[in-house]
Nanobody, 119 residues
Framework: QVQLVESGGGLVQPGGSLRLSCAAS????????MGWYRQAPGKERELVAG???????NYTDSAKGRFTISRDGAKNTVYLQMNSLKPEDTAVYYC?????????????WGQGTQVTVSS
């Protein structure tokens, strides 16, 4: 069973920064891709940033230029550096890992970490 443990959330003022971490219980290179999603109250969960096994990254439009996804294979950890945070970034942030199967894929999720952007 894969475990994903997020950390780094908290309360930050608008314009501030946070770095989220997602520690996996096995090699992050064993996954087809990993990513960060977020879910605000009353809204659907949305992809914020993703990174493939080959290292390609993608971002939702609102995160481009402000957020950076990265990884450290030695630590089996994926990060989300968030700069210039806005109140609309407030949400629970979830780490996701996609495992390729013989047929289809399987998703794993962390427990989530709260990010609150407020003055």
């Amino acid at each position: 069973q894969v475990q994903l443990v997020e950390s780094g959330g908290g309360l930050v003022q608008p314009g501030g920064s946070l770095r989220l971490s997602c520690a996996a219980s096995r090699s992050i290179f064993s996954f087809e891709s990993m990513g960060w999603y977020r879910q605000a109250p009353g809204k659907e969960r949305e992809l914020v940033a993703g990174i493939t096994g080959g290292g390609s990254t993608n971002y939702t439009d609102s995160a481009k230029g402000r957020f950076t996804i990265s990884r450290d294979g030695a630590k089996n950890t994926v990060y989300l550096q968030m700069n210039s945070l806005k109140p609309e970034d407030t949400a629970v942030y979830y780490c996701n890992a996609v495992e390729a199967r013989w047929i289809g894929t399987r998703d794993y999720w962390g427990q989530g970490t709260q990010v609150t952007v407020s003055s």
